[in-house]
């Protein structure tokens, strides 16, 4: 179905798309791809990445995939060389695509103008000039990763200054709002998908095209089309008011603390009300992952360079509250293990940035360990799903200056949460993982340094029951027992 054209402005009947391309196989481009290959046994969807191992990962007999998500083994399984391929050979992949997702990285630039703040776009503009001079066809061109308002503007001039005469490239928005530990149920019943395209009759039909793949599954009322520029923004403002609600209710939880309110309590109030809804208001030792603080910095960024100061202030803050949650929850550990945890052993239970998911991006976990270490304590540290290897690197980037010996001698990675506790001072819950729940805390208390502590940063375990045991507990938005 080629849809090469003898003008740039010929307008072409609706397409029925039936070879789709991902380029990057991660936690975005990995599983939405796979559902669609499920939902749409009608398409070829061909996932490539650069990275041999990631690939081979997700090709492995045994279906050991790079990223640990429940329920997406069971859709690779019944799809994968059905019609879905995974693949390193990216200009395979250009040249027989109808529609690629561009699916990769889109990290905080780390030097240069707008470091710190602004999205580093090295991947995205890489993977748009390899499109344009691999494709001989015309192609959808489907801006998937989260990426800063007008960025679809530059990949559509960077593609039409590079393409082949008969080709024409039309560029959609369509942001992922799959959360990590339940992005298989997010994309088989989405709350909505959005798709921005330009107001033209060109742009409406490769919207239309891409809308007739979603509808394979998803009611038609869930389908919103907009412009480019709104759907690139609402993704920024879905998370940074998402990320807002949990600033607000940790802010809250500081008042709880110092008034001997409990802040679930408060939260079950307020949620109550139908305008506000229940979601999203558990308190904790603040929000991690690789999307609210990375879209709230380019929120800011953008606020910026539109000279709208005061909005660049207000967004900020909710990352700022979250820094201080962080710095809140380590300074009322060593409070409370009398102002000092130097040579204390201290177990942290939980490294991802949040339950049933392996991925650690800005992982309340990490600052929270830094933290101990800077205050020259022993860590042990358990989590179910994060590897060794990835805690080491995580570490590693969180303290620079530590020599990689010293680091070892302070910090111990332990197989189970019983390993990790045994002959600690100290427990600290930074994931709600259910297992943390359910361990057998009677046995934890015994093989405890006396007074043993637990410090749950997530809400989770039942502090009155810990206190008979003989627990002090100290739980996030709630004064000490
Ligand atoms: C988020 C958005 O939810 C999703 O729509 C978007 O596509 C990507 O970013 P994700 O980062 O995977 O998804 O996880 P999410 O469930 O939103 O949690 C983010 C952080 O907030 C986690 O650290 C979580 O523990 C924390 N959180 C969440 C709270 O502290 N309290 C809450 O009530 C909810
Ligand atoms: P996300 O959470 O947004 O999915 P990830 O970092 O998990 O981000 O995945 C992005 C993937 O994109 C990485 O595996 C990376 O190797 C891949 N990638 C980046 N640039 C390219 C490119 N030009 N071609 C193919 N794959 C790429």
Avoid at 49 to 75: C, H, M, T
Avoid at 89 to 101: R, Y
Avoid at 296 to 313: D, G, R, T, W
């Amino acid at each position: 179905m080629p849809r090469c054209s003898l003008s740039r402005t010929f307008i072409m009947a609706p397409l029925k798309v039936t070879k789709i391309l991902c380029i990057g196989a991660g936690y975005v481009g990995g599983p939405t791809c796979a559902v669609i290959a499920l939902k749409c046994p009608h398409i070829t969807v061909t996932i490539v990445d650069l990275n041999q191992a990631r690939i081979d990962a997700w090709n492995s007999a045994d279906f050991k995939l790079p990223i640990y998500e429940p329920g997406l083994e069971d859709v690779v399984r019944q799809c994968r060389g059905r019609n879905l391929f995974f693949s390193t050979d990216v200009e395979k992949g250009i040249l027989d695509a109808e529609l690629i997702f561009v699916s990769v990285n889109t990290p905080t630039k780390k030097s240069g103008v707008g470091a710190g703040f602004a999205a580093d776009l090295n991947y995205v503009e890489l993977a748009t000039r390899q499109i344009a001079a691999v494709a001989t066809s015309s192609k959808i061109v489907v801006e998937k990763s989260t990426v800063p308002c007008r960025t679809a503007e530059s990949m559509r001039t960077i593609l039409e200054a590079n393409s082949k005469p008969n080709c024409r490239f039309d560029i959609l928005s369509n942001p992922e709002f799959l959360a990590e530990g339940t992005a298989i149920s997010d994309l088989f019943k989405p709350d909505r998908v959005l798709i921005g395209s330009l107001q033209t009759p060109e742009g409406k039909a490769a919207c239309a095209a891409l809308a007739g793949v979603y509808a394979n599954w998803v009611p038609e009322h869930a389908i919103l089309t907009v412009g480019l520029w709104s759907s690139e923004l609402s993704k920024l403002a879905a998370n940074a008011m998402l990320a807002q609600r949990i600033s607000s209710v940790n802010a809250l939880s500081a008042i709880c603390e110092a008034t001997g309110a409990n802040i679930d309590e408060v939260a079950n109030a307020v949620g109550y009300d139908s305008r506000v809804g229940p979601k999203f208001l558990k308190a904790s030792v603040g929000f991690g992952g690789s999307c609210f603080q990375k879209d709230i910095l380019n929120l800011v960024y953008l606020s910026e360079s539109l000279h709208l100061p005061e909005v660049a202030a207000y967004w900020r803050q909710v990352v700022e509250m979250n820094e201080y949650q962080k710095r809140r929850f380590s300074k009322r550990v060593v409070d409370t293990l009398f102002n000092t945890i130097t040579g204390k052993r201290i177990a942290v239970l939980g490294f991802a940035f949040k339950a049933d998911t392996g991925d650690t991006r800005e992982s309340a976990a990490i600052t929270i360990i830094r933290d101990f270490q800077s205050e020259r304590a022993f860590v042990n540290i358990y989590d179910p799903q994060v590897a060794e290897t990835q805690i080491w690197a995580d570490l590693a980037e969180a303290s620079p200056t530590v020599a990689p010996e010293s680091m070892k001698k302070q910090v111990k990675i332990c197989s189970s949460a019983l390993e990790a506790c045994k002959d600690a001072e100290a427990v600290v819950i930074a994931t709600e993982w259910k297992e943390f729940k359910e361990i057998d805390w009677a046995h934890v208390y015994k093989h405890m340094k006396k007074p043993a502590f637990v410090f749950d940063g997530r809400l989770l375990v039942d502090a009155a029951k810990l206190t008979e045991i003989g627990f002090k507990v100290t739980t996030i938005g709630r004064p000490a027992l």
